[in-house]
């Protein structure tokens, strides 16, 4: 089974602290995205990435950076973190390959992030 | 972008009885996904269908899609106390990005 872990599932931070969210996962899968999650607004996409070292913008991406150092990795940054990035994140991988399940996305657990 | 809308945004039903919830996209798709979430947790994919498919069953679950009027549903039959949690439709264009684009969600209550 694909599994996407990610590095805290709780995080308290205090308004400018710099912060960053780690996801990995262990399918091989070239794509990752990350999204927020909140009431009434659904998933919205901050970054995704369809490769090492590539990102693209998603819907919401101010405030926000990443990094993709490595195939199994894609980080999650917050420059300076403000009381409206207090949300839910979630992590996910997909793959182009296999004609089975194009694109589906395996997900994280999610980490809720409260800034303070 | 969020381009679906979900309906209904809550449904309550007893266990037993079967729960349909319905899904319109905007835009042409290459498939259609259903996930499920479970409070606090990640998402879960439940079943895909292809844009040239019209019907599909995965266990209690049959998902249709109706591309002529973009929409899609999905019935989960003989529902349980389980099943609560909130259901999401997600489509992945044609021109195949690999983004998923969300809808809204429908929360689904399942009592015992």
């Known amino acids: 089974d694909v599994k996407v872990t990610q590095s805290s599932r709780y995080l308290v931070k205090r308004t400018g602290e710099k912060v960053f969210l780690e996801c990995v996962q262990d399918?091989?899968?070239?794509?990752m995205f990350w999204y927020r999650q909140d009431p009434g607004l659904g998933l919205r996409l901050i970054y995704f990435?369809?490769?090492?070292?590539?990102?693209e913008k998603g819907d919401i991406p101010e405030g926000y950076s990443v990094s993709r150092e490595k195939k199994e990795r894609f980080s999650l940054i917050l420059e300076s973190a403000s009381t409206n990035q207090t949300s839910m994140y979630l992590c996910?991988?997909?793959?182009?390959?296999?004609?089975?399940?194009?694109?589906?996305?395996?997900f994280g657990p999610g980490t809720r992030l409260t800034v303070l | 972008s969020q381009q679906g809308e979900e309906d209904p945004q809550a449904l309550s039903i007893q266990e037993g009885e079967n729960a349909t919830m319905n899904c319109s996209y905007k835009?042409?798709?290459?498939?259609l996904q259903w996930y499920r979430q479970n409070s606090g947790r990640g998402l879960v994919h439940l079943i895909l269908?292809?844009?040239?498919?019209r019907e599909k069953h995965s266990g209690r679950l049959r998902v249709t899609l109706d591309t002529s009027k973009k929409s899609s549903s999905l019935l989960i039959t003989a529902s349980r106390a389980a099943d609560t949690a909130s259901y999401f439709c997600a489509t992945v264009s044609s021109s195949n990005t690999g983004k998923l684009i969300f809808g809204q969600g429908t929360t689904l209550q399942v009592k015992p």
């Open positions: 990435s369809y490769d090492v070292k590539m990102k």
């Open positions: 399918m091989d899968h070239e794509n």
């Open positions: 996910a991988s997909s793959s182009a390959r296999g004609s089975q399940r194009p694109y589906t996305q395996y």
């Open positions: 269908i292809r844009s040239n498919e």
């Open positions: 835009t042409s798709i290459n498939n």
